[in-house]
């Protein structure tokens, strides 16, 4: 089969497990589409975790038992051990699949290409890389917990084109356009964890849900706030909204006044004293994280959340949204004193702003 023409299902492979945006945590998102004749003719993706893998929900789609000429187009390399599920491969051998199109390898150490190679064995003809970068960079988020077993802290801006992140007086809060701040939202349904700094909070009152067409939900929401200074803020949306249980203040154990704790408590927000100090907390947090399993946090910084996370290197990934206007003189930069690795990045245009992000290492 060439790759040409396994591209259309390919890509109709990734809208379905885009379907699953942000819902298949520690699970990546993958969508499945079996051709007969060159024609879809069942499809299926991953919902969340615990239940049926695509390929699996593509195969009972159908119903029936594939036509010889049929191939399975896959956007992630099919498992091949039994977790929570029985192995994927396992499942394509039963049904007499010849041919399996496959965008991207597993990143883990332990599978990548194994569940290829044990295809293979069985005389299936798989074609590797369709639209690769786009199914890896749909599960960035799994390929860094998997291979690292820490969280994917991604640093997002929204910043002027010199570099500030605030506007000059009377010209509102809002930087970006209507098209970069529904692209937020979907970023926050995507990542399970939200972080801010005690000043953001404070001085933007944010609620840090992810709203659009299909209504709002809410990822875990850490406010980093070191010294507990936000206690006894009683006015904070997230102190005081419906998911306040949802809301994380993360500060340095040292700092803790049992009166601030027992305030929390009875706000209902949840607290992390870290023992560490100003210069470890960043990582002292980011370890915690992978203990409590939250595998990506998107950090939305102020400029000294931002430059902190930059020199430190606790940063992963960056979504930096630049509009065309200028921001208040007076305001520090985002990026000030810091060499960001251009040859990571890739730039594209968010409606009237231009959208640059990659890795930071």
Not at 6 to 32: I, K
Not at 108 to 115: I, Q
Not at 323 to 347: E, K, N, Y
């Amino acid at each position: 089969m060439s790759v040409p023409a396994s591209e259309p299902p390919m890509r109709r492979a990734l809208e379905l497990a885009r379907q699953a945006w942000g819902r298949t945590h520690p699970n990546p998102m993958v969508g499945a589409v079996i051709t007969e004749g060159g024609r879809i003719v069942a499809e299926g993706f991953h919902a969340k975790a615990g239940e049926p893998h695509a390929e699996v929900m593509a195969l009972r789609a159908l119903g029936r038992k594939p036509a010889a000429d049929a191939v399975l187009h896959v956007t992630l390399e099919p498992c091949c051990t039994h977790g929570r599920t029985p192995p994927c491969v396992d499942a394509i051998l039963a049904a007499g699949f010849r041919t399996v199109v496959v965008g991207a390898r597993d990143p883990n150490p332990a599978h990548a290409g194994h569940g290829l190679e044990l295809l293979r064995a069985k005389g299936v003809a798989v074609v590797e890389g369709v639209l690769g970068e786009e199914c890896a960079e749909l599960n960035l988020i799994f390929n860094h917990w998997i291979t690292r077993g820490a969280p994917l802290i991604a640093l997002k801006v929204a910043a002027t084109l010199d570099g500030k992140l605030t506007l000059p007086a009377g010209q509102g809060r809002a930087i970006t356009g209507p098209a970069a701040q529904a692209y937020v939202h979907r970023l926050r349904r995507l990542f399970p964890a939200i972080a801010v700094s005690a000043d953001t909070a404070l001085a933007d009152n944010p609620r840090l849900t992810a709203r659009g067409d299909d209504g709002e939900t809410c990822p875990v929401r850490f406010v980093l706030d070191r010294h507990f200074k936000t206690a006894g803020r009683t006015g904070l949306n997230l102190f005081q909204d419906a998911h306040r249980t949802r809301t994380i203040v993360v500060g340095l154990g040292a700092a803790a006044k049992k009166s601030d704790l027992a305030w929390y408590e009875a706000e209902g927000v949840q607290v992390w004293s870290l023992v560490g100090d100003e210069v470890s907390f960043l990582q002292v947090w980011a370890e915690r994280c992978a203990q409590e399993k939250i595998t990506g946090v998107l950090v939305e910084a102020g400029p000294r959340l931002a430059a902190s996370l930059l020199a430190t290197g606790a940063a992963d990934y960056l979504y930096a949204f630049v509009a065309p206007r200028s921001g208040d003189p007076m305001a520090p930069g985002w990026q000030d004193g810091v060499t960001l690795p251009a040859g990571l990045l890739r730039a594209s245009l968010v409606g009237s702003d231009a959208l640059y992000q990659g890795r930071l290492r």
